[in-house]
């Protein structure tokens, strides 16, 4: 099992930049890949970007690329995501997730963090 816990969110004014954090508790979580999503109100949820397990490796749909940015610290059991330049459009719940290596599907999911961006 593995408990995710985020935390940074907050309002931040347009073109302002926020870190947000997601701790993760249980042994394995190290092995695990991670992923930032995020769910406007009355929208469906969005794919934001994701790490592999050592960091070596991200993927991010071309819509963030360049604004937001995903990194991990292993010994800190800590996910984070730098977003920069924030739009009101960014306004949205964030969450993290974990995928166990053998997994295709995000098992693990946080309570989420809210992201208000005013204009």
């Known amino acids: 099992q593995v408990q995710l816990v985020e935390s940074g969110g907050g309002l931040v004014q347009a073109g302002g930049s926020l870190r947000l954090s997601c701790v993760a508790s249980?042994?394995?979580?190290?092995?695990?890949?991670m992923g930032w999503f995020r769910q406007a109100p009355g929208k469906e949820r969005e794919f934001v970007s994701a790490?592999?397990?050592?960091?070596?490796?991200?993927y991010a749909p071309q819509s963030f690329k360049g604004r937001f940015t995903i990194s991990r610290d292993n010994a800190k059991n800590t996910v984070y995501l730098q977003m920069n330049s924030l739009k009101p459009e960014d306004t949205a719940v964030y969450y993290c997730?974990?995928?166990?290596?053998?997994?295709?599907?995000?098992?693990?999911w946080g309570q989420g963090t809210q992201v208000t961006v005013s204009s």
């Open positions: 790490i592999n397990w050592s960091g070596s490796s991200t």
């Open positions: 249980g042994r394995t979580a190290s092995r695990y890949a």
């Open positions: 997730a974990a995928r166990p290596p053998d997994r295709y599907e995000y098992d693990y």
